[in-house]
């Protein structure tokens, strides 16, 4: 009954559900959980287990079937006694890298699951510098100063010194961690620099391990190219352990027996951790729903105020200019009626001055249309409406706006070209008014049957990771408008350093929908 539970799991688990690390959530680990005790219960043994482990998170961290992994580089190592390696790791480390024998108590990472971006990187066997490495206190912690810190934490001596700030750990249980280097690039922790991180593409780190089995270490380390923040981290944790469940189990199909003296109590014991940390963890998400939906409340009640004042705005408009501009077209024209000139000179004159006046309102009124609801966007189509509005700003205001704009052939949804022309205006709005430079750029285009559009500056910048409840109506909306669309909106600024807005909505494929205008081993 259990192995029938456990395989209609892995199933449900294997339906492409793919994710995110950027926008990890407690639904996507609760299924990467199933996915590990599904391939876990099906191992015969680590080896088989740690390589499908490493191909399960290569395929199902990106954010569409055809897209690109998130992940570069994902690996599994187990640390192990030397006497226990594998024969032909063996060789290869006494005789393809020019050792001597190590020692019979020394331990040594052995790679056993490796897939990546680089088709050398999707089989252990293959790795030319890490399929087997000592860990040696002399050399260790100065080839690999990431693993040597991870190991510290769990009572393996390394005696070189820390390197400081860039890496953090914390603890998912007795004898499990989960480490995360969130910028990679110029990290001490990552000291494949020229060679790995910078023609890669590498972002940031994140990785686990703890002990199973009887003295055993797993270490799982996956290379991003996309930034993960903390809070994708703080969710790692309940992966980190029932990664280590899932290396007991396959320990205990090899052994068939306990992996300690109380039969199953190593392996009791962790799925108890691992279910009183999944209660902590879902009790730290309700508290966040409950956050965000005070925050949605705040920021619905931001729109009305915002809707209130933007009527307030246009009848300020219609009043001021267009009202009043009518108003004294009607006073020329009754004055034409009462007091008709002596001349018809002076009739074309006063005809000309009147018709000027109309121009005026006509501009008035269209200006403010344009600012309801952009015309152009219905008639000529998403890109030939951008062109237009930037070329206006630039007139009117002096910003120079380098752009790249491709035709949208695909389908859009009205709501989607909509959405995506109001985050530009916003942006390059927020430009005019915050970021203090004279010049931005703009890009749109089609990938992978997604529209990507990008705003960026080299301005003053600002600190994205805010307090909650404090940003600007103008993100805020601009995320509600992309969400409501199906795509992702992402943010990226630093202070002094300048700002890039980036949105991805996918195109539309059903009728109804209208288009736009007519290497090597590591």
């Known amino acids: 009954m259990e192995r029938t539970i456990t395989e209609h799991i892995g199933r449900e688990a294997d339906r492409s559900h793919l994710m995110s690390l950027t926008t990890l959530s407690l639904v996507d680990v609760a299924r990467l959980i199933a996915r590990v005790r599904h391939l876990a219960s099906h191992s015969s043994t680590i080896e088989s287990f740690a390589q499908q482990l490493m191909q399960s998170f290569q395929e199902t961290f990106r954010t569409s079937p055809a897209g690109d992994p998130e992940m570069v580089l994902s690996r599994c190592f187990v640390a192990q006694p030397f006497t226990e390696v594998a024969s032909d790791v063996k060789t290869w480390l006494q005789v393809g890298q020019r050792r001597t024998p190590e020692p019979s108590a020394a331990l040594c990472l052995s790679l056993m699951g490796s897939a990546g971006v680089v088709e050398g990187w999707n089989d252990a066997s293959r790795s030319s510098r890490y399929r087997a490495i000592?860990?040696?206190?002399?050399?260790?912690?100065?080839r690999f100063p990431m693993f040597a810190e991870?190991?510290?934490?769990?009572?393996?001596?390394?005696?070189?010194?820390?390197?400081?700030?860039?890496?953090?750990?914390?603890?998912?249980?007795?004898?499990?961690?989960?480490?995360h280097v969130p910028v990679a690039l110029g990290s001490p922790y990552v000291p494949a620099q020229e060679e790995f991180v910078k023609p890669i593409g590498v972002r940031s780190v994140v990785g686990f391990g703890g002990w199973y089995g009887q003295g055993l270490y797993f270490l799982v380390i996956l290379f991003s190219k996309v930034a993960i923040l903390p809070r994708s981290v703080e969710l790692l944790r309940l992966l980190a352990l029932s990664v280590r469940v899932g290396f007991n189990t396959v320990s205990g199909i090899i052994a068939k027996q306990a992996t300690?003296?109380?039969?199953?109590?190593?392996?009791?014991?962790?799925?108890?951790?691992?279910?009183?940390?999944?209660?902590?963890?879902?009790?730290?998400?309700?508290?966040?729903?409950?956050?965000?939906?005070?925050?949605?409340?705040?920021?619905?009640e931001r729109v009305m105020t915002a809707q209130e004042d933007e009527r307030r705005r246009v009848a300020g408009e219609l009043h001021d200019h267009v009202v009043s501009q009518l108003a004294a077209i009607l006073f020329g024209v009754r004055s034409l009626i009462q007091v008709a000139p002596m001349t018809r000179e002076e009739m074309m004159k006063a005809l000309g001055r009147v018709a000027d006046e109309l121009e005026e309102a006509t501009t008035s009124a269209r200006e403010l249309s344009l600012h309801l609801h952009p015309m152009m966007l219905d008639r000529v189509g998403l890109s030939s409406a951008l062109q237009k509005f930037l070329e206006d700003v630039t007139r009117r205001t002096g910003l120079r706006i380098a752009r790249t704009i491709e035709d949208v052939h695909y389908p859009l949804l009205p709501m989607a070209?909509?959405?995506?022309?109001?985050?530009?205006?916003?942006?390059?709005?927020?430009?005019?008014?915050?970021?203090?430079?004279?010049?931005?750029?703009?890009?749109?285009?089609?990938?992978d049957a997604t529209v990507v559009l990008r705003v960026r500056d080299e301005g003053r910048g600002f600190d994205v990771h805010h307090q909650p409840g404090t940003a600007g109506l103008g993100l805020c909306s601009m995320a509600e408008r992309i969400r409501h669309v199906g795509g992702q909106l992402r943010v990226e600024s630093r202070p002094g350093v300048g700002t890039e807005i980036e949105v991805r909505i996918p195109c539309a494929t059903s009728e109804g929908m209208v288009g736009d205008g007519d290497r090597r081993t590591l």
């Open 134 to 142: 000592p860990v040696e206190a002399d050399r260790f912690a100065t």
């Open 150 to 179: 991870v190991f510290r934490q769990v009572g393996i001596s390394i005696d070189k010194p820390r390197l400081g700030e860039g890496m953090t750990i914390g603890s998912a249980g007795t004898g499990c961690n989960v480490f």
């Open 260 to 300: 300690s003296g109380c039969p199953g109590f190593n392996h009791i014991q962790t799925l108890d951790e691992l279910l009183t940390l999944y209660e902590e963890t879902v009790d730290v998400q309700s508290d966040l729903v409950v956050h965000q939906r005070d925050q949605l409340r705040a920021l619905a």
């Open 417 to 447: 070209a909509a959405a995506l022309y109001r985050v530009a205006e916003e942006a390059i709005h927020n430009v005019r008014q915050h970021a203090a430079v004279d010049e931005a750029q703009l890009y749109l285009s089609v990938v």
